[in-house]
T-cell receptor
């Protein structure tokens, strides 16, 4: 079953702008991950943040995690047309044999 | 990063036939592989978790006899859609994990199945 909910469901911005996507989840987690999916393709891992971390950076990506609110955000700075894709958050719980629980995803469109 | 190859990328078949999808980890040993199904513009729905050398663990509502999963080696898992029907048409994606302590899943490119 799904765990997370992303919002917005769709986001449309111009190149150079920042894109912020949010994710909420319901249960305690070990870590939260963000994945990207280009249309009709598999998912690519972007970044992982552990439950004891609050913020993490990777290139133009910044992820925050608020375990008290059970929410996370993904910020893509200085977006590019090539960032156009669907972005999913996924959570890993304690004793679930490594399975991930995916949210519904945010479809990001970056216009040149 | 680790590479997972999924084959075929697209298959069209007649109703009643069976289709086999392969998922291979190319440069690492995958103790666990996962099979997902994805409908258009929706999230991934986990179908089953496949551990090498043991029976797959299916999610609730997923028919074991319909979706046969075999994980015969540490680098290969297969999903066979038996007696496919048009409602089985979907995008199927596999992923692989290197070990229990590894958090990241590496995904195949997916297989688009169209049943006529």
């Amino acid at each position: 079953s799904q765990q997370g909910e992303e919002d917005p469901q769709a986001l449309s911005i111009q190149e150079g702008e920042n894109a912020t996507m949010n994710c909420s989840y319901k249960t305690s987690i070990n870590n939260l991950q963000w994945y990207r999916q280009n249309s009709g393709r598999g998912l690519v891992h972007l970044i992982l943040i552990r439950s004891n971390e609050r913020e993490k950076h990777s290139g133009r990506l910044r992820v925050t995690l608020d375990t008290s609110k059970k929410s996370s955000s993904l910020l893509i700075t200085a977006s590019r047309a090539a960032d156009t894709a669907s972005y999913f958050c996924a959570t890993r719980r304690g004793s679930t044999l490594g399975r991930l629980y995916f949210g519904r995803g945010t479809q990001l469109t970056v216009w040149p | 990063g680790a590479v997972v190859s999924q084959h075929p990328s697209w298959v069209i078949c007649k109703s009643g036939t069976s289709v086999k999808i392969e998922c291979r980890s190319l440069d690492f040993q995958a103790t666990t592989m996962f099979w997902y199904r994805q409908f258009p513009k929706q999230s991934l729905m986990l179908m089953a978790t496949s551990n090498e050398g043991s029976k797959a663990t299916y999610e609730q509502g997923v028919e074991k006899d319909k979706f046969l999963i075999n994980h015969a080696s540490l680098t290969l898992s297969t999903l066979t859609v038996t007696s496919a029907h048009p409602e089985d048409s979907s995008f199927y994606i596999c992923s692989a994990r290197q070990g229990l302590a590894k958090n990241i899943q590496y995904f195949g490119a997916g297989t688009r199945l169209s049943v006529l």
